[in-house]
């Protein structure tokens, strides 16, 4: 359990009609995930930017669906929610009204300077190996929506824009992505 702590890992995906039932009281599980190398991680709003709208586009290229645009107005309701979590060192989703204005989002966190943006994103693609293209929330080969949802909402076709911010405070850094439309619709498949 140390390690665990010591690496902090945790990831969630915002399934429209699902978070009220998927949020355990105890928080996210904990999930150690290994570095990709041990080189320094660089950082920078303009650097996030290529390398979230780059990796979020190439994971929908391989299925073919369109790409995304970056949205600053996305971005920015990212980037203060993100300030908030470092603030209160609470990782969970936000809370948002249903209908519309709602936006999907995707969570990440880690040690403090650990990650390369590439890794942050890598995390949530690499759920693709238990993705199976089926109606929300049956698509995952676990029986676990939560197992694929940062994916899902990553390749999610009805979503055409995103928007990324990331925050620190002492010990971890927070990663907010927020999509418009948002995905992982109870019912639809993902493309």
């Not at 996210?28 to 950082?43: D, K, L």
């Not at 249903?98 to 990440?108: H, S, T």
């Not at 690499?126 to 939560?146: H, I, M, Y």
Request: hydrophobic share 40%.
């Amino acid at each position: 359990m140390a390690a665990m702590i010591a690496k902090r890992y945790r990831a969630l995906a915002l399934p429209l009609l699902l978070l009220a039932c998927a949020q355990a009281p105890e928080g996210p599980e904990r999930v150690i995930e290994p570095r990709v190398s041990a080189s320094a991680a660089p950082r920078g709003s303009v650097l996030l930017k290529s390398v979230m709208l780059a990796a979020h586009n190439r994971a929908r290229g391989e299925v073919g669906v369109a790409p995304l645009v970056w949205s600053d107005t996305l971005a920015s309701s990212a980037r203060g929610y993100a300030e908030e979590m470092a603030r209160t060192g609470r990782f969970e989703h936000a809370a948002q009204p249903m209908g519309p204005g709602r936006q999907g989002e995707n969570l990440w966190t880690g040690t403090r300077g650990a990650y390369r943006f590439d890794e942050m994103a890598g995390h949530w693609i690499a759920e693709k190996r238990d993705f199976v293209n089926l109606p929300t929330p049956n698509f995952s080969r676990t029986g676990r929506w939560q197992d694929v949802g940062h994916y899902t909402q990553m390749v999610w076709r009805g979503s055409t824009a995103v928007g990324c911010a990331i925050a620190s405070n002492r010990s971890d850094d927070y990663l907010v992505c927020r999509y418009a439309p948002p995905g992982n619709v109870f019912g639809q498949v993902a493309f």
